[in-house]
């Protein structure tokens, strides 16, 4: 069982990544609470769910634009100095937050200008607390830091949703805006503890031509470029989020307690794909793990698929006996997403070059961000011609014959070996 269970050397032998790590999970939980009370502060004042979708728009351009930037921002400055000042950033935005919720100021658009701020912190935030693991750690537990930080990722999204939704009910928006603005005081504590750390190599200036020479050396970099291009297939091919609400409604039965099991299956099996992490240290042919986790992701969806289609439009008429094996299949999934999440930011921290590694992060938190959307925007368009459980299903299949044949066509990747890391 010591061996199934998550490697904590990186905990041990480096303090300053066990603060990091800490900090991260308290933040990681307080940012959950505003995003689940952002949502119902938004529905509440407007009665209209455009509103709480147009709320992810004002979410995902900054992300989008700070992301590339701030990956570059990260590699001509200190990462420490760049993750301190976007966190003030975040840590302002929740302290706004809380004081419009304590002053009922109910004005909608200062929600969307927060929610923007937030996002644009973040996408200066990430690159750099990204780019700093492998200065932290030895190259070899770059696997086992990867895990931990899921096994955080996972609770959070995970407990996050609920407690939110429980704060606000019980003690209002007030309180819970507040409680996040309060937990980033873990996370500052944890980076103002860290050393200096400037980018290796000549200084570098910050601007567009910073990001295209980011993009040009990740285009010559097979094994990296690999990372990113399976994820896309994943997230495009067979992401599920747009059509749960019709799943719970009509065929699982249940409405939105429905869609909050199974969202909250996802989560549980990213958590359990962490803490069972031991193994993974073990793993040399990270890109084989990155391939099968991806196709296992597929596989997990058709599954899901098959039970919805299984379901009919039983669930009009009460919960069905389908919605067990259908958040099973959920919960598998996790567990897949999360393995080829560790192994893709192993091979991206491990064979990254220190001066380029900000602006790739950056890259990846663009991907992990959009993918998702334009996952969102086919599944639910594909419903005019097809049922959710369909969709689903061929979306599965697609997966893993796409992830397939572009593992072939790029062997290299196949033949990655963490012990000599090539880009």
């Given at each position: 069982?010591?061996?199934l269970l ?8 480096s ?15 307080g ?13 509440k004042i407007t ?6 979708g147009?709320l992810?728009?004002f ?13 570059s ?6 990462r420490?100095?760049?993750?301190i000042l ?14 419009q ?9 200062l ?24 200065l ?7 696997a086992?830091?990867?895990a931990l ?9 995970m407990v996050g ?14 309180w819970?805006y ?7 005081f873990v996370?500052?504590w ?11 190599g000549?200084?570098?200036?910050v ?8 993009f ?15 994820d ?12 749960l609400?019709?799943i ?6 249940g409405g ?7 969202l909250?299956?996802?989560?549980l ?5 962490g803490?069972f ?8 042919r990270?890109?084989?793990?990155v ?5 296992g ?6 599954a899901?698929g098959l ?17 067990l094996?259908?958040a ?13 999440a ?19 992060q950056?890259v ?30 061929v ?5 893993i014959v796409?992830?397939w044949a572009?593992?072939?066509m790029q062997?290299g990747f196949?033949d990655y ?7």
């Amino acid at each position: 069982m010591r061996r199934l269970l998550a490697d904590l050397t990186p905990l041990r032998e480096s303090p300053a990544f066990k603060r990091l790590w800490i900090g991260t999970a308290v933040s990681n939980a307080g940012s959950q609470l505003t995003v689940v009370a952002l949502s119902l502060e938004v529905y509440k004042i407007t009665q209209e769910s455009s509103y709480v979708g147009l709320l992810s728009v004002f979410a995902l351009v900054p992300l989008v634009i700070a992301g590339l930037f701030g990956g570059s921002v990260a590699d001509a400055h200190d990462r420490r100095t760049v993750a301190i000042l976007a966190s003030a950033g975040l840590w302002l935005s929740a302290v706004v937050l809380a004081l419009q919720a304590w002053f009922h100021l109910d004005n909608v658009w200062l929600l969307f200008a927060m929610a923007a701020v937030q996002s644009a912190a973040l996408g200066f935030n990430a690159p750099a607390r990204s780019a700093m693991i492998p200065l932290l750690i030895r190259p070899e537990l770059l696997a086992s830091a990867n895990a931990l930080n899921m096994i955080t990722f996972g609770l959070a999204t995970m407990v996050g949703p609920l407690l939110g939704g429980f704060l606000v009910a019980s003690l209002g928006f007030e309180w819970t805006y507040t409680l996040d603005a309060v937990s980033f005081f873990v996370i500052m504590w944890a980076l103002f503890r860290l050393p200096a750390m400037p980018p290796e190599g000549e200084p570098r200036k910050v601007g567009l031509s910073s990001v295209v020479e980011g993009f040009r050396f990740l285009g010559t970099r097979p094994n990296l470029r690999m990372t990113f291009i399976v994820d896309l297939i994943a997230m495009i091919s067979s992401q599920p989020r747009a059509l749960l609400p019709a799943i719970g409604a009509v065929m699982l039965g249940g409405g939105e307690s429905t869609v909050g099991i199974l969202l909250a299956s996802f989560a549980l099996g990213a958590f359990l794909a962490g803490l069972f992490s031991g193994p993974m240290q073990h793993v040399r042919r990270q890109g084989v793990a990155v391939v099968v986790s991806v196709m296992g992701w597929g596989a997990s969806l058709s599954a899901f698929g098959l039970m919805v289609v299984l379901a009919g439009d039983g669930g009009r008429h009460g919960v069905t006996v389908w919605l067990l094996p259908a958040a099973l299949c959920c919960a598998a999934a996790g567990v897949a997403d999360s393995i080829s999440a560790v192994f893709r930011s192993t091979i991206l921290q491990a064979a990254t070059p220190d001066e380029f590694r900000g602006r790739l992060q950056g890259v990846f938190i663009v991907v992990v961000a959009g993918g998702p959307r334009l996952g969102d925007m086919l599944a639910g368009g594909a419903t005019t011609w097809f049922r959710e459980g369909w969709v689903l299903l061929v979306g599965g299949l697609v997966c893993i014959v796409a992830t397939w044949a572009v593992s072939r066509m790029q062997r290299g990747f196949l033949d990655y070996d963490a012990r000599n890391p090539t880009p």
